[in-house]
Protein backbone atom coordinates (compact mmCIF):
# COMPACT_ATOMS: atom_id res chain seq x y z
CA UNK A 1 0.00 0.00 0.00
CA UNK A 2 1.31 3.72 -0.81
CA UNK A 3 -0.36 6.36 0.70
CA UNK A 4 -0.95 9.21 -1.94
CA UNK A 5 -2.64 11.93 -0.20
CA UNK A 6 -4.83 13.35 2.78
CA UNK A 7 -8.60 13.28 1.76
CA UNK A 8 -10.44 14.95 4.24
CA UNK A 9 -10.41 15.73 7.87
CA UNK A 10 -14.06 15.05 9.83
CA UNK A 11 -14.76 17.80 12.93
CA UNK A 12 -17.92 17.13 15.30
CA UNK A 13 -19.83 20.04 15.88
CA UNK A 14 -22.57 20.50 18.43
CA UNK A 15 -23.73 23.35 16.32
CA UNK A 16 -23.91 22.74 12.69
CA UNK A 17 -24.61 26.24 11.47
CA UNK A 18 -22.53 27.79 13.28
CA UNK A 19 -19.62 25.06 12.75
CA UNK A 20 -20.36 25.81 8.87
CA UNK A 21 -20.58 29.74 9.27
CA UNK A 22 -16.69 29.47 10.65
CA UNK A 23 -15.45 27.65 7.89
CA UNK A 24 -17.79 29.12 5.38
CA UNK A 25 -18.03 32.71 6.24
CA UNK A 26 -14.70 32.56 8.28
CA UNK A 27 -12.35 30.77 6.32
CA UNK A 28 -13.87 30.42 3.04
CA UNK A 29 -14.88 26.61 2.48
CA UNK A 30 -17.86 26.47 0.23
CA UNK A 31 -21.01 23.55 1.15
CA UNK A 32 -21.28 21.05 -1.68
CA UNK A 33 -22.65 17.68 -2.67
CA UNK A 34 -22.46 15.28 0.45
CA UNK A 35 -24.14 12.04 0.23
CA UNK A 36 -27.43 11.32 2.19
CA UNK A 37 -26.04 10.31 5.14
CA UNK A 38 -27.88 9.28 8.34
CA UNK A 39 -26.67 11.99 10.63
CA UNK A 40 -27.05 15.98 9.66
CA UNK A 41 -23.95 17.52 8.43
CA UNK A 42 -21.98 19.00 5.93
CA UNK A 43 -19.32 18.28 3.56
CA UNK A 44 -16.74 22.05 2.68
CA UNK A 45 -14.62 21.83 -0.55
CA UNK A 46 -11.70 23.59 -1.37
CA UNK A 47 -11.43 23.82 -4.92
CA UNK A 48 -13.19 20.27 -6.18
CA UNK A 49 -12.25 18.65 -3.43
CA UNK A 50 -14.49 18.26 0.07
CA UNK A 51 -11.54 18.34 2.70
CA UNK A 52 -13.80 18.74 5.52
CA UNK A 53 -16.75 17.19 6.62
CA UNK A 54 -18.86 18.41 9.40
CA UNK A 55 -20.96 15.50 11.57
CA UNK A 56 -23.59 16.61 13.69
CA UNK A 57 -26.44 14.97 15.26
CA UNK A 58 -25.13 13.32 18.45
CA UNK A 59 -23.45 14.60 21.82
CA UNK A 60 -19.61 15.03 21.20
CA UNK A 61 -18.40 12.80 23.59
CA UNK A 62 -17.12 13.30 26.46
CA UNK A 63 -13.45 12.55 26.43
CA UNK A 64 -11.27 13.47 23.58
CA UNK A 65 -11.03 10.65 20.73
CA UNK A 66 -7.59 10.22 19.68
CA UNK A 67 -4.69 12.70 19.53
CA UNK A 68 -4.89 15.02 16.54
CA UNK A 69 -3.51 17.96 17.82
CA UNK A 70 -4.85 20.74 14.96
CA UNK A 71 -5.52 20.62 11.23
CA UNK A 72 -3.62 22.90 8.99
CA UNK A 73 -4.33 24.81 5.58
CA UNK A 74 -2.39 27.32 2.76
CA UNK A 75 -4.00 29.90 2.76
CA UNK A 76 -3.37 33.53 1.81
CA UNK A 77 -4.45 37.63 2.47
CA UNK A 78 -3.08 37.51 5.27
CA UNK A 79 -4.71 40.78 6.49
CA UNK A 80 -8.01 39.87 5.07
CA UNK A 81 -8.20 36.81 7.04
CA UNK A 82 -7.07 38.68 10.26
CA UNK A 83 -9.70 41.17 9.71
CA UNK A 84 -12.68 38.50 9.14
CA UNK A 85 -11.40 36.76 12.95
CA UNK A 86 -11.74 40.04 14.35
CA UNK A 87 -15.28 41.24 12.83
CA UNK A 88 -16.30 37.70 13.93
CA UNK A 89 -14.38 38.30 17.54
CA UNK A 90 -12.22 35.30 16.89
CA UNK A 91 -9.36 34.77 18.54
CA UNK A 92 -6.00 34.03 17.42
CA UNK A 93 -1.72 33.61 17.78
CA UNK A 94 0.14 34.92 15.12
CA UNK A 95 3.60 33.86 14.54
CA UNK A 96 6.21 33.26 11.76
CA UNK A 97 7.90 30.29 11.61
CA UNK A 98 11.37 30.19 12.54
CA UNK A 99 13.84 30.10 9.64
CA UNK A 100 11.24 29.75 6.40
CA UNK A 101 9.68 32.81 8.13
CA UNK A 102 6.16 31.21 6.81
CA UNK A 103 3.51 32.98 8.65
CA UNK A 104 1.46 30.92 10.92
CA UNK A 105 -2.03 31.58 11.89
CA UNK A 106 -3.89 29.60 15.01
CA UNK A 107 -7.54 29.92 15.83
CA UNK A 108 -10.27 27.13 17.08
CA UNK A 109 -13.84 26.73 15.80
CA UNK A 110 -17.01 26.92 17.66
CA UNK A 111 -16.58 23.18 19.53
CA UNK A 112 -12.50 23.99 20.34
CA UNK A 113 -10.79 22.02 17.43
CA UNK A 114 -7.69 23.91 16.45
CA UNK A 115 -6.80 25.30 13.11
CA UNK A 116 -3.74 26.89 11.63
CA UNK A 117 -3.32 28.91 8.71
CA UNK A 118 -0.43 28.82 6.76
CA UNK A 119 0.79 32.17 4.65
CA UNK A 120 3.80 32.62 2.51
CA UNK A 121 6.51 34.48 4.76
CA UNK A 122 6.04 37.14 1.68
CA UNK A 123 3.07 38.18 3.00
CA UNK A 124 3.55 41.38 4.31
CA UNK A 125 3.49 42.49 8.17
CA UNK A 126 -0.28 42.63 9.14
CA UNK A 127 -1.49 45.97 10.37
CA UNK A 128 -3.08 43.67 13.49
CA UNK A 129 -0.42 42.69 16.16
CA UNK A 130 1.01 39.28 16.59
CA UNK A 131 -1.99 38.34 19.35
CA UNK A 132 -5.67 37.98 17.90
CA UNK A 133 -9.22 39.49 19.40
CA UNK A 134 -9.63 40.10 22.88
Same mark, same amino acid.
Given at each position: #? $? %?N? #??H? $? &?LASDLEKSKAFYIEVLGFREGDRPP @? !? @?PGAWLYCGDRAILHIMAGRPLPAEAQGVIDHMAFTASH @??? &? %??TLNQ?? %?KFDLRRLPGSQTWQLFCH? !??GAKVELDFAASEPEPKQGSSGAS
Open positions: #M $T %IG #MNF $T &V @L !P @L @LQA &V %IDHK %ID !PD
